[in-house]
């Protein structure tokens, strides 16, 4: 369905029926409809860190261009129109590997074209330290390196456009300053700076924190830490995995209050073992990893995660019963507000590129969304 599509559904916000007109790539129009409908109307799902899926993994040293094709539709049929492939720390010519092999695929397919609005580099600069390091190997965490940047998107066509680093790295100031004036978004994560640390970074550019909460110490000074610094600062939207394993429902309902929804995104950071079916499987980064019926991704016979095991539409009615929000709200913190890291923040509105997600509430309020059918610039890719 491309030219002339009409799509009736709800707003989440007003319950009022909506009728959106598409014409070309765009919506072109829209109306009051005197219809009742079940489905309510949302932009795509916008997710700025997805490390795999269905058994996909982007960091996969065989990683081909139509997995990533694959991927990008096995996301789809799951509401996201947007996302950022994420690749993390690994030796220099494994993550220019992964990042080439992700713009063959943008460039071969179309709908990757449209879906991949860029490329989210965590690390390779993180914390060396052992729980803020999280699972990013040791052995290939290295201060950051402009030139090793460069080097990045020359084998991706300028792809790149989010980078995670921990601030408390050697030269680290310089290179957020480098980055960010070429347009690239800079996050702080996997770190163990100081407060002070986190000020000088903000005020050299970094603008995000990465699924902030997660990546640190298990045990921090009381005041000041980098939590509470990031936390403080109107400079930094901080990014949430709220899958009801990262966060408490309590830390992520004071987060939010903290930071406030406009400064608030939603993210999955699912990995290739999310979508699977429930058990144990051998990983290159964890060894055996335990695979839950409720998407908990852990180290098997240990506390300790290792990933995410739920894509971002599932996350949303965890949100909602955490911090007390209504359906509106999460879709704000999962479509326009991630939507200006990578500019497709319009939303449903009038001359807007037409990503939409058509999707029922189930009966079981706390059940994940169902999704309807979802475009992609105005072409229906899902189901």
């Given at each position: 369905?491309?030219?002339?599509?009409?799509?009736?559904g709800?707003?989440?916000?007003?319950?009022?029926?909506?009728?959106?007109?598409?014409?070309?790539?765009a919506?072109?129009?829209?109306?009051?409809a005197?219809?009742?409908?079940?489905?309510?109307l949302?932009?795509?799902?916008?997710?700025?860190?997805?490390?795999g899926y269905?058994g996909?993994?982007l960091?996969?040293a065989?990683l081909?261009?139509?997995?990533?094709?694959?991927?990008c539709?096995?996301?789809?049929t799951l509401?996201?129109?947007?996302?950022?492939?994420?690749?993390?720390?690994?030796?220099?010519?494994r993550?220019?590997?992964?990042l080439?092999?992700?713009?063959?695929a943008?460039?071969?397919?179309?709908?990757a074209a449209?879906?991949?609005?860029?490329?989210?580099?965590?690390?390779?600069?993180?914390?060396?330290?052992?729980?803020?390091?999280?699972?990013?190997?040791?052995?290939?965490?290295?201060?950051?390196?402009?030139?090793?940047?460069?080097?990045?998107q020359?084998?991706?066509?300028?792809l790149?456009?989010?980078?995670?680093?921990?601030?408390?790295?050697?030269?680290?100031?310089?290179?957020?300053?480098?980055?960010s004036?070429?347009?690239?978004?800079?996050?702080?994560g996997?770190?163990?700076?100081?407060?002070?640390?986190?000020?000088?970074?903000?005020?050299?550019?970094?603008?995000l924190?990465?699924?902030?909460g997660?990546?640190?110490?298990?045990?921090?000074?009381?005041?000041?830490?980098?939590?509470?610094?990031?936390l403080?600062?109107?400079?930094?939207?901080a990014?949430?995995i709220?899958?009801?394993h990262?966060?408490?429902?309590?830390?992520?309902?004071a987060?939010?209050?903290a930071k406030?929804?406009?400064?608030?995104?939603?993210?999955?950071?699912?990995?290739?073992?999310?979508?699977?079916?429930?058990?144990?499987y051998?990983?290159?980064?964890g060894?055996?990893?335990?695979?839950?019926?409720?998407g908990?991704?852990?180290l098997?016979?240990?506390?300790?995660?290792a990933g995410?095991?739920?894509?971002?539409?599932?996350?949303?009615?965890?949100?909602?019963?955490?911090?007390?929000?209504?359906l509106?709200?999460?879709?704000?913190?999962?479509?326009?507000?991630?939507?200006r890291?990578v500019?497709?923040?319009?939303?449903l509105?009038?001359?807007?590129?037409?990503?939409?997600?058509?999707?029922?509430?189930?009966y079981?309020p706390?059940g994940?969304?169902?999704?309807?059918?979802v475009w992609?610039?105005?072409?229906?890719?899902?189901?």
């Amino acid at each position: 369905m491309t030219d002339g599509a009409e799509i009736l559904g709800s707003d989440p916000a007003t319950g009022e029926s909506l009728r959106l007109i598409v014409e070309d790539r765009a919506i072109a129009a829209i109306e009051p409809a005197a219809e009742d409908t079940d489905a309510f109307l949302a932009p795509g799902l916008i997710d700025l860190q997805v490390n795999g899926y269905g058994g996909i993994d982007l960091n996969d040293a065989d990683l081909t261009p139509d997995a990533v094709s694959d991927l990008c539709r096995s996301l789809a049929t799951l509401g996201v129109t947007t996302f950022l492939p994420t690749v993390i720390t690994a030796p220099e010519d494994r993550i220019i590997g992964a990042l080439g092999r992700i713009a063959a695929a943008r460039a071969a397919d179309p709908l990757a074209a449209e879906m991949i609005a860029g490329i989210h580099v965590e690390g390779p600069s993180v914390s060396p330290e052992d729980g803020p390091r999280g699972a990013h190997p040791l052995e290939f965490v290295r201060p950051p390196s402009i030139e090793e940047f460069d080097r990045w998107q020359a084998a991706c066509d300028g792809l790149v456009a989010m980078v995670t680093l921990a601030p408390e790295h050697d030269g680290a100031l310089t290179y957020i300053d480098a980055v960010s004036q070429r347009g690239v978004h800079v996050a702080i994560g996997h770190s163990g700076a100081s407060a002070d640390q986190i000020h000088a970074a903000v005020a050299e550019g970094a603008r995000l924190s990465t699924h902030l909460g997660n990546g640190a110490a298990a045990t921090l000074p009381r005041h000041p830490n980098l939590i509470w610094a990031q936390l403080a600062s109107d400079m930094l939207t901080a990014t949430f995995i709220a899958d009801g394993h990262h966060l408490p429902a309590d830390t992520f309902a004071a987060m939010l209050r903290a930071k406030g929804l406009d400064k608030a995104v939603l993210v999955s950071d699912s990995v290739a073992l999310a979508g699977l079916p429930a058990g144990v499987y051998e990983q290159p980064i964890g060894g055996k990893v335990e695979l839950s019926e409720d998407g908990r991704v852990s180290l098997a016979g240990t506390p300790y995660l290792a990933g995410a095991g739920l894509p971002l539409i599932n996350t949303l009615p965890i949100a909602m019963r955490m911090a007390g929000l209504d359906l509106a709200s999460v879709l704000r913190m999962a479509t326009t507000n991630p939507g200006r890291f990578v500019g497709r923040s319009e939303g449903l509105k009038t001359g807007a590129r037409a990503d939409i997600l058509r999707f029922r509430r189930p009966y079981d309020p706390q059940g994940p969304l169902d999704v309807v059918d979802v475009w992609s610039a105005g072409r229906r890719v899902a189901p």
